[in-house]
């Protein structure tokens, strides 16, 4: 290796992981009050001598003096050297290690250094400003008012930015160097076209935001009336990165020492509030949604995560968002639950209303994941009709499919099937055929009776040959004539071959609608020719029912055992030969109805010809038939 690891990666990764869990995941442990304890891995015992603990995120074996972090721990176990440690580390934190081709960024790891230095000194400064400054009346009654202890303030380290736009700045900034690390701390804001700094953060009560070891790494600040913003963050820097970090997490593990579930509500004096009244296992997360990243995070720590929503509109919106974020991230043995407060309350205001008890009863009857799952969808779902439980399992299915394999997801999947009354083998068709012909709106029902000009969008890269039938629109029962010019070949003259069956198949289970215009297609019915059958089962079904979906067919031919099996052919055709350009389909399924057409002339005007013997009325069909095609030849060359 040509460079060495930065030390900011290192430190930033030890952040992150958790060595219980990693520990854990070696040896067996046993919770012996704040510690876990266990037979030493690294010498032979009877007795366990060999403690983690997860607060201070460390491990000793009192026996034979084995200890350390995360690192030392795979290190010494795995038999892995300092790098391979370091990346397997990486590895279970989902993130990329640095390149390290070149020589270590010596700057950049003194700078991060500072700005750690120095965010724990704002800190410090802002609860002093809490308790020595002329004004602080104002904050320490506003935290009263919210029913705040001095307690859980100096527990939170919470503080008071005061009024001014430099306090701060004159407080810290000893020189430009701390100036400039200040604003790189997002501390300070320089004004470019004076070049001179200003504080953030002014007039607000003040919340630190810690990573897992403890370290200041960002500040939010509320204010004190009903300013906006109500909540400011500190920018992203070096040492903060919202949608990986949560507010109240370090104070959370640290507090308790069975930590079996986490509450995600909104906002930081929610965090407090509920701290103080004995739900001290509250997170916020920090001006974003509930990310991945975060989840990961949290259900590698508890087995159990609920979300804490306002009962309006917004907060059943957000709730759809958490659950879909969650969806892909929950496992076996873990659960997400969803809790709604009522209308006008927050976590905060309602646990002074009712107390911890009421509160925790609210928590205990939350919403499990399935079951809010399951409620938001059928909300918007006639279940009562064979169409809506179509469109329920259509939007269903695809959520379901995104989740870890395991009973859960079974489970759920078994639930659908007992809501539709579909089995699980026809939601699957339904869902195949559904996903690959998507929605499309139907173009109006005009098809085009002049000369075609196809657009150079890439639906086709063939050659078609120039033809002359055209559907009739008013009778809809033969193929009749009409006149159009051919589509210039693609640049370099090449030509790719296509199937005008399954083209236009393709563009009926894209576009129902269009088949009113296809006209009869019972020249196709006997055919030899297995996908021009299907394109003539499947116009004759979607005339025969206007206005039904793909997934209402998928359903339907399920019940017919001569139509069950051309179900996997559809999905096959609509993935291989998918739509591209809804606009253009009406004349790209006139071209392919037209060629189908002069490919069934060709086929008789063949199999007349290889008979022997021909009766009269043979020959004379012959002969009509010869006339037609040398016609469209001749209609077909081009003018000179």
């Known amino acids: 290796m040509a460079g060495r690891i930065p030390q900011s990666f290192i430190d930033d990764l030890l952040a992150r992981v958790n060595v219980l869990d990693i520990v854990e995941a070696r040896v067996k442990l046993k919770r012996t009050g704040k510690n876990y304890s266990g037979l030493c891995p690294f010498h032979k015992e009877k007795s366990p001598s060999f403690t983690v603990n997860n607060e201070k995120q460390f491990y000793y074996c009192f026996g034979c003096g084995a200890g350390g972090n995360s690192l030392g721990f795979l290190m010494e176990h795995d038999r892995l050297s300092f790098p391979e440690a370091v990346e397997e580390l990486a590895k279970l934190a989902g993130v990329e290690m640095p390149k390290t081709e070149g020589p270590v960024d010596h700057q950049r790891e003194q700078r991060i250094k500072d700005i750690y230095s120095l965010l724990e000194e704002a800190s410090e400064y802002y609860q002093q400003q809490l ?15 919210r029913g705040l202890s001095g307690q859980f303030a100096a527990r939170f380290g919470i503080g008071y930015a005061p009024p001014g736009w430099d306090n701060l700045l004159k407080k810290l900034a000893r020189d430009e160097a701390t100036k400039l690390r200040l604003e790189q701390a997002g501390m300070l804001i320089n004004k470019e076209d004076s070049d001179r700094y200003y ?7 003040m919340f630190p935001i810690r990573d897992m070891r403890g370290r200041v790494i960002a500040f939010g600040g509320r204010v004190l009336g009903d300013e906006k913003p109500k909540y400011l963050n500190s920018p992203e820097t070096d040492t903060f990165h919202k949608s990986r970090e949560l507010y109240g997490l370090y104070e959370a593990r640290k507090y308790n020492q069975n930590l079996e579930r986490l509450i995600i509500v909104e906002g930081y004096m929610d965090v407090v509030g509920l701290a103080q009244y004995g739900i001290g296992y509250a997170v ?11 989840l990961e995070r949290l259900l590698k720590m508890v087995p159990e995560v609920i979300f804490c929503f306002d009962g309006d509109e917004a907060g059943r919106k957000a709730a759809k968002r958490a659950l879909d974020t969650t969806m892909p ?15 006008g309350e927050d976590p905060d205001s309602l646990v002074r209303q009712e107390g911890c008890e009421a509160f925790e009863q609210r928590l205990n009857e ?32 695809p959520l379901i499919d995104q989740m870890q394999p395991g009973i859960l997801k079974q489970m759920m999947q078994e639930k659908i099937s007992e809501l539709t009354g579909l089995s699980l083998e026809q939601l699957i068709s339904v869902n195949n055929l559904q996903e690959t012909t998507g929605t499309h709106s139907a173009p109006e029902p005009d098809y085009y009776h002049g000369e075609s000009d196809y657009s150079d969008d890439g639906y086709f890269d063939y050659q078609p040959e120039p033809n002359h039938f055209q559907p009739e629109r008013k009778s809809g029962k033969e193929f009749v004539k009409g ?3 051919s589509r210039p070949a693609p640049p370099g003259g090449s030509a790719v071959h296509f199937n005008p069956g399954s083209t236009a198949i393709s563009i009926l289970l894209h576009l129902p609608a269009l088949a009113v215009q296809c006209g009869n297609l019972d020249i196709l019915a006997n055919t030899e020719d297995k996908t021009e059958r299907l394109l003539y089962q499947l116009n004759r079904y979607l005339q025969e029912n206007p206005g039904v979906t793909p997934g209402i067919l998928a359903i339907d031919w399920q ?14 055709i609509a993935h291989q030969t998918p739509i591209i350009d809804a606009n253009n389909a009406q004349q790209v399924l006139n071209d392919c109805l037209n060629r189908l057409q002069e490919r069934h002339l060709d086929r ?30 001749l209609r077909k060359a081009p003018e000179k």
Request: aromatic share 6%; proline share 4%; no cysteine.
């Open 131 to 145: 308790r020595k400054h002329p004004s602080k009346d104002i904050a320490v009654n506003y935290l009263k008012n």
């Open 199 to 205: 504080d953030r953060f002014r007039e607000r009560i």
């Open 284 to 294: 916020a997360t920090l001006g974003t949604a509930t990310t991945a990243q975060h």
């Open 329 to 343: 991230v929950i496992t076996d043995g873990k659960q997400a639950r969803f809790l709604f407060l009522p209308e």
């Open 366 to 397: 939350s919403l499990p994941l399935s079951d809010f799952f399951f409620k938001t969808l059928e909300e918007g779902a006639d279940m009562s009709s064979l169409d809506g439980r179509a469109r329920f399992s259509n939007q269903a299915l």
């Open 483 to 485: 006149s159009k010019k």
């Open 559 to 572: 019940e017919h055992d001569h139509l069950k099996p051309l179900i996997q052919q559809l999905n096959e």
């Open 604 to 633: 008789e005007i063949l199999q007349l010809k290889s008979q022997p013997h021909l009766s009269t009325g043979d020959k004379l069909r012959l002969n009509t038939l010869i006339m037609k095609q040398a016609g469209s030849r």
